[in-house]
T-cell receptor
Framework: AQSVTQLDSHVSVSEGTPVLLRCNYS??????LFWYVQHPNKGLQLLLK??????LVKGINGFEAEFKKSETSFHLTKPSAHMSDAAEYFC?????????FGTGTSLTVIP | GAVVSQHPSRVICKSGTSVKIECRSL??????MFWYRQFPKKSLMLMAT?????????EQGVEKDKFLINHASLTLSTLTVTSAHPEDSSFYIC???????????????FGPGTRLTVL
């Protein structure tokens, strides 16, 4: 069965410092993995997705994620946080027709 | 492309009334749409899978008579919350699955969500 675990429910960083949001996956085969961002009272926006083409995936707004099979991880990173990055982030995997969501990580950016 | 809209974005209703939420894929045909519910500061919970022209498939614990889903066309699915009560207050998000054979096959595109408040 597919699932993802987001290791941190809350992350706080100072503006201009790196961002690391952690996600581990569980899958019996090569997974499809996604990171979505949700701003308050808004829908979900796709940041990036991994579909086995390249292990380092670059997304929008300067985010990227690296698929590490040996660690079953798909952590989201950004070199320098911006105030507008404050939001809820979801790591998601797909199994057949369905998406399986992590519990989310709330990112706070301190000015 | 791949835009999904929801209407209304926000609705307030009295307890006991029914509320209909629309989900539309604006620039592609979606044979499959999904309805999620999100509680405050929580993740998304899949409620049901809506297939065009057939009955929706509900997740365990979701009352099908309470949450009526109709997927009458390839671009529209509706969720009706019947006899709404305050505990039904939530953020409802729909998504549409991208068509097969496209670059985004099997990806889901999410609507902006509908905030339901039942008084």
């Amino acid at each position: 069965a597919q699932s993802v675990t987001q290791l941190d429910s809350h992350v706080s960083v100072s503006e201009g410092t790196p961002v690391l949001l952690r996600c581990n996956y569980s899958s019996s085969y090569s997974p499809s993995l996604f990171w979505y961002v949700q701003h308050p009272n808004k829908g979900l926006q796709l940041l990036l997705k991994y579909t086995s083409a390249a292990t380092l995936v670059k997304g929008i707004n300067g985010f990227e994620a690296e698929f590490k099979k040996s660690e079953t991880s798909f952590h989201l990173t950004k070199p320098s946080a911006h105030m507008s990055d404050a939001a809820e982030y979801f790591c998601v995997t797909r199994g057949g027709n369905q998406f399986y969501f992590g519990t989310g990580t709330s990112l706070t950016v301190i000015p | 492309g791949a835009v999904v809209s929801q209407h209304p974005s926000r609705v307030i209703c009295k307890s006991g009334t029914s509320v209909k939420i629309e989900c539309r894929s604006l620039d592609f045909q979606a044979t499959t749409m999904f309805w999620y519910r999100q509680f405050p500061k929580k993740s998304l919970m899949l409620m049901a899978t809506s297939n065009e022209g057939s009955k929706a498939t509900y997740e365990q614990g979701v009352e099908k008579d309470k949450f009526l889903i109709n997927h009458a066309s390839l671009t529209l699915s509706t969720l009706t919350v019947t006899s709404a009560h305050p505990e039904d207050s939530s953020f409802y998000i729909c998504s549409a699955r991208a068509p097969s054979g496209t670059a985004n096959t099997n990806e889901q595109f999410f609507g902006p969500g509908t905030r339901l408040t039942v008084l």
